[in-house]
Nanobody, 124 residues
Framework: QVQLVESGGGLVQAGGSLRLSCVAS????????MGWVRQAPGKEREVVAG????????YYADSGKGRVTISRDNAKNTVYLQMDSLKPEDTAVYYC?????????????????WGQGTQVTVSS
């Protein structure tokens, strides 16, 4: 089991930046691949980015390519999502998610562990 706690959300103007953090506890963090998932109002959850357990391989959904960067610090049990050039359509609850194993997934259902989410609101 792993417990995940996100932070760093908030209200930002379009074009601004935010860095989300997710601290994990429980089983060794380096044994989990991680993902950031968002859910906008009235929409399905979407895997925005994923990172392998070593941090050596990453994935980005088309919606975030060039604007978001996922990274992790296994010594700090933390995964980050740096978001730049934010748009109003990025407004969503952002969740940190974990799956046991080497590689991330772009599929929501393959992440059994979730944080409580952090709200990101981008004003126009």
């Amino acid at each position: 089991q792993v417990q995940l706690v996100e932070s760093g959300g908030g209200l930002v103007q379009a074009g601004g930046s935010l860095r989300l953090s997710c601290v994990a506890s429980g089983r060794p963090f380096s044994t989990y691949a991680m993902g950031w998932v968002r859910q906008a109002p009235g929409k399905e959850r979407e895997v925005v980015a994923g990172i392998s357990r070593s941090g050596g391989t990453t994935y980005y959904a088309d919606s975030g390519k060039g604007r978001v960067t996922i990274s992790r610090d296994n010594a700090k049990n933390t995964v980050y999502l740096q978001m730049d050039s934010l748009k109003p359509e990025d407004t969503a609850v952002y969740y940190c998610a974990a799956r046991y194993g080497a590689m991330y997934s772009a599929q929501i259902l393959e992440y059994p562990y979730w944080g409580q989410g952090t709200q990101v609101t981008v004003s126009s």
